[in-house]
């Protein structure tokens, strides 16, 4: 592998492992607002548990994210300097941005979060969480935008005397259609990540106390059925209805993003359905086998009329697509001589399985809220399996998706819009940093080994706190029975210290 | 003044912001275990003292830098990408550094459990000592000029880039936010552990005067401007100030000075900079300067209304957070802890 392949590798990997933990922050810290805002409305302390217990592993899992993130900052710089010197103009702008409106409000605000229980007025403490939640967001939504340009560049021209892209219009860049598009899909997505979590957390616990109960005294089984009634039957109810609103929303958003990519980018949706020839109304494939790189060896096993035509153009019939072998035909005439092809079986395979994996939080919503209905708390088995089985599939249905509309791009960096610029476009092999291949080998290792361990550390605390629920200290509110005492001279213990 | 000029000063105060901040950061992990290691008292409850003063603020510090990066990423696309590409090794360690130190920090109370804690102790201080020493490094050799060729690639090696000059750098970096940390640990705590990083300042001060002295002038007479002598005598008097102030129990005003004396030295740096932000040692006319590394008009304009209308919402916030946080700590306050045991009662 060349220097080019290393830093491929190295981006890639620590991009996926940046975002396997970024949906659950995204989706969870709104989640736990709402959470939080229950208990400071009704007063119930079964919501306060809640906010405390949920709180704590989004705590574990913010941290690794920041950890994470941080190497993303630097990486473009670090790897990609052709990259950033063509791009830095317009592509530096949301990081900025990003930087100034959100991390730094996620970050302040979650320290007062942390450290501000029974320190803040109740009010001002639920607002501290409330722009976490807004900080999060807001960070996606900057990210995304810099990552619209890279699939669909909008705002800027070529300056031919610098050799580079410059920014003509930030309003521009920052409704991108392609920004507008993915961003609702990213956060609907991570919705969908944080309502699994919940509610798979919540319904496994439901289960668990219900079956409990019955094998302990009275009263300690009024105890189990309670707290599975009134506190984790709500949380998985509230979760579920996330997870179906984040549904909805993911399927209205992938049609809308599909189509842009019909049309912005042709040659990610044509090897997204390994089609290789143009063709008029041609099924969507569900099947296939054979060497996908090898356009031709593809044997298509298992296809479905007219939904390919909707996908692409909301028309059922009528509607013709490019295919593979034809667009490269065309790129070369128009780009000169190269691959222009992605690797097509990453684009099929990835763009089924974050499909597919949605079938996990579909199956939990279903279930669960059939089995919650009326004033039901279930206790079978088989929903605690489901419970735990379907926390997985939204994080590997995120991955699916951005490893999709990632290595879709290639070989492009930055991908030409054909209705933009002509000459802002940039190969990844013109985008790549000077290095020898063994500097770029040495920090592949470090990150991949660094990460590693972390996420070891990262999946044996949430398991380790989740399994052990809420907890008995966080039984009660602060400063509900026990004031303060107003003797100066004797300082009140912290409410939280590491 | 031109907009590349308003971007040049920008990206000194972020990154003065960076190192006034995750200074006393950095000097808190890296002085943990030296306060924390005393027998009269529960230790762990002290090196909990000392983490906790900067517990709720630490990470909003931290952002400092990654807006500084972003920030440079925006301004100057040259100068981030022969920077970064340029000092890879250093800067992949110090982002090793800061990984390490979040998850230690953030993990450390969670499981209860003596070598787990130990663990996470190791990851502080070397996420807080690894920083403190490699940024000065980074920063004097950026100042010094390393080989940059016509293709605006970085040359040097990486025995280059530790110079004897670099590593009084990285020697008065380390040093400095030492001192910095002690003075406000000394300025956060109360009772013996505020007794004794007044004392920890005191000896501190020993060393970090002369070596940070010498960096300074140095620094002034290599590759100073008339001017920025100014800069030179306040960190000098700064310095000077600390441990009187210290030792007479104005901790505040102590803080202050050694706040000082790190704005002075990192604006002594970017003034001798400028108006080079990546001098090359091979050709003077393959410097980066603030004019061919700089982003377009545009693109500055943009980006200075956002500055302008972002970076004082910023400073209000996190002042109030400083503000919410002020009280001292004292190893009375500090509650058991509610780490979970490693394995299920």
């Given at each position: 592998m060349d220097t080019l392949d290393v830093s491929r590798w190295q981006f890639g990997i620590t991009t996926v492992y940046h975002f396997i933990l970024v949906p659950l922050t995204i989706g969870l810290a709104?989640?736990?607002?709402?959470?939080?805002?229950?208990?400071?409305?009704?007063?119930?302390?079964?919501?306060?548990?809640?906010?405390?217990?949920?709180?704590?592993?989004?705590?574990?899992?913010?941290?690794?994210g920041v950890a994470t993130g941080i190497v993303q900052e630097f990486q473009f710089g670090m790897?990609?300097?052709?990259?950033?010197?063509?791009?830095?103009?317009?592509?530096?702008?949301?990081?900025?941005?990003?930087?100034?409106?959100?991390?730094?409000?996620?970050?302040?605000?979650?320290?007062?979060?942390?450290?501000?229980?029974?320190?803040?007025?109740?009010?001002?403490?639920?607002?501290?969480?409330?722009?976490?939640?807004?900080?999060?967001?807001?960070?996606?939504?900057f990210i995304i935008a810099a990552n619209s340009f890279m699939q669909h560049p909008v705002g800027a021209t070529y300056n031919p005397d610098t050799g580079r892209a410059e920014l003509t219009s930030i309003w521009a860049l920052l409704t991108n259609n392609t920004a507008m598009a993915a961003f609702p899909h990213a956060v609907a997505g991570a919705f969908l990540t944080a309502g699994t979590f919940v509610a798979g957390i919540s319904g496994w616990w439901m289960v668990r106390n219900m079956r409990r109960a019955r094998t302990v005294t009275a009263p300690e089984a009024a105890k189990l059925e309670g707290d599975a009634r009134t506190m984790f039957r709500p949380a998985a109810r509230l979760s579920l209805l996330v997870v179906i609103a984040a549904g909805v929303g993911l399927v209205y958003t992938g049609d809308v993003q599909g189509k842009l990519m019909f049309e912005q980018q042709p040659m990610k949706m044509a090897s997204a359905e390994s089609l290789c020839h143009t063709a008029t109304d041609p099924d969507f494939s569900i099947l296939t086998v054979g060497t996908h790189n090898n356009c031709d060896g593809v044997k298509h096993v298992l296809e479905v009329p007219f939904v390919l035509s909707y996908l692409a153009e909301g028309e059922f019939t009528g509607v013709t697509l490019q295919g593979v072998e034809d667009l490269q035909a065309q790129y070369e005439e128009q780009f000169g001589p190269g691959n222009y092809r992605p690797n097509l079986f990453v684009t099929y395979w990835s763009f089924r399985a974050m499909i597919g994996l949605a079938a996990g939080s579909t199956l939990l919503a279903v279930a669960g809220l059939w089995l919650t209905r009326g004033n039901r708390v279930p206790d079978q088995k088989w929903f605690s399996w489901l419970s735990i089985a379907a926390i997985p599939t939204p994080f590997l249905a995120n991955s699916a998706g951005w490893i999709f509309t990632e290595m879709g791009r290639q070989p492009w960096v930055v991908a030409p819009n054909p209705t933009g610029v002509d000459m802002i476009r940039l190969t990844v092999d013109q985008g790549v940093s000077h290095h020898s291949v063994w500097t770029v080998w040495f920090s592949l290792i470090t990150f991949t080994l660094l990460y590693g361990a972390l996420a070891v550390v990262w999946f044996m605390l949430i398991r380790r706190y989740a399994v052990e629920g809420p907890l008995e200290h966080d039984a009660h509110p602060p400063g509900d029975d026990d004031e303060e005492p107003e003797e100066p001279g004797t300082p009140k213990q912290l409410s939280f210290a590491y | 003044m031109g907009l590349v000029e308003v971007w040049f000063i920008l990206i000194a105060v972020l990154f003065t912001g960076y190192f006034v901040l995750e200074g006393f950061d950095f000097g808190v992990g890296m002085l943990m275990p030296v306060l924390g290691r005393r027998k009269d008292a529960d230790g762990d409850t002290r090196r909990r003292v000392v983490l906790n003063t900067i517990g709720p603020v630490w990470d909003g510090n931290e952002v400092w830098l990654i807006t500084a990066g972003g920030a440079l990423f925006a301004a100057f696309p040259e100068w981030y990408a022969t920077l970064f590409s340029g000092f890879y090794l250093p800067l992949l360690l110090i982002l090793v550094a800061l990984i390490v130190r979040i998850c230690a920090i953030e993990y450390r109370g969670k499981i209860d459990d003596d070598n787990w804690r130990r663990r996470c102790d190791w990851g502080i201080v070397f996420g807080s000592?690894?920083?403190?020493?490699?940024?000065?490094?980074?920063?004097?050799?950026?100042?010094?000029?390393?080989?940059?060729?016509?293709?605006?690639?970085?040359?040097?090696?990486?025995?280059?880039?530790?110079?004897?000059?670099?590593?009084?750098?990285?020697?008065?970096?380390?040093?400095?936010?030492?001192?910095?940390?002690?003075?406000?640990?000394?300025?956060?705590?109360?009772?013996?552990?505020?007794?004794?990083?007044?004392?920890?300042?005191?000896?501190?001060?020993?060393?970090?005067?002369?070596?940070?002295?010498?960096?300074?002038?140095?620094?002034?007479?290599?590759?100073?401007?008339?001017?920025?002598?100014?800069?030179?005598?306040?960190?000098?008097?700064?310095?000077?100030?600390?441990?009187?102030?210290?030792?007479?129990?104005?901790?505040?005003?102590?803080?202050?000075?050694?706040?000082?004396?790190?704005?002075?030295?990192?604006?002594?740096?970017?003034?001798?900079?400028?108006?080079?932000?990546?001098?090359?040692?091979?050709?003077?006319?393959?410097?980066?300067?603030?004019?061919?590394?700089?982003?377009?008009?545009?693109?500055?304009?943009?980006?200075?209304w956002a500055a302008a209308f972002l970076t004082p919402v910023v400073l209000l916030y996190q002042g109030w957070t400083y503000w919410v946080f002020r009280q001292r700590i004292s190893t009375k306050q500090i509650p058991p802890s509610i780490g979970l045991p490693l394995g299920r009662r």
């Open positions: 709104p989640l736990i607002a709402a959470m939080q805002t229950m208990w400071v409305v009704t007063g119930k302390a079964h919501w306060y548990r809640l906010t405390k217990f949920f709180g704590k592993l989004f705590l574990i899992n913010f941290a690794l790897n990609w300097s052709e990259y950033s010197r063509f791009v830095g103009d317009v592509f530096g702008a949301p990081l900025a941005l990003e930087g100034l409106v959100a991390f730094f409000l996620e970050s302040t605000f979650l320290g007062l979060w942390i450290f501000g229980w029974g320190r803040l007025p109740k009010l001002v403490h639920l607002a501290t969480i409330w722009l976490v939640a807004v900080g999060v967001n807001a960070s996606a939504y | 000592w690894v920083p403190a020493v490699l940024w000065g490094v980074a920063f004097a050799n950026i100042v010094r000029g390393v080989d940059i060729n016509a293709e605006k690639v970085v040359t040097s090696s990486l025995l280059d880039l530790l110079n004897p000059y670099a590593l009084l750098g990285g020697l008065t970096t380390a040093l400095l936010f030492a001192l910095h940390g002690a003075v406000f640990l000394a300025l956060k705590t109360a009772d013996e552990v505020r007794v004794d990083a007044v004392e920890l300042a005191a000896k501190l001060a020993l060393p970090t005067v002369p070596v940070a002295g010498a960096f300074v002038l140095w620094t002034q007479l290599a590759h100073g401007k008339g001017w920025t002598w100014i800069l030179v005598a306040a960190a000098a008097a700064a310095l000077a100030g600390v441990v009187a102030l210290t030792r007479a129990g104005r901790e505040g005003w102590a803080f202050a000075l050694t706040s000082i004396a790190v704005i002075a030295s990192v604006v002594l740096l970017f003034g001798s900079l400028f108006p080079n932000v990546m001098p090359s040692t091979l050709d003077a006319a393959y410097s980066l300067t603030v004019d061919n590394a700089s982003s377009s008009p545009y693109t500055l304009t943009v980006m200075t």
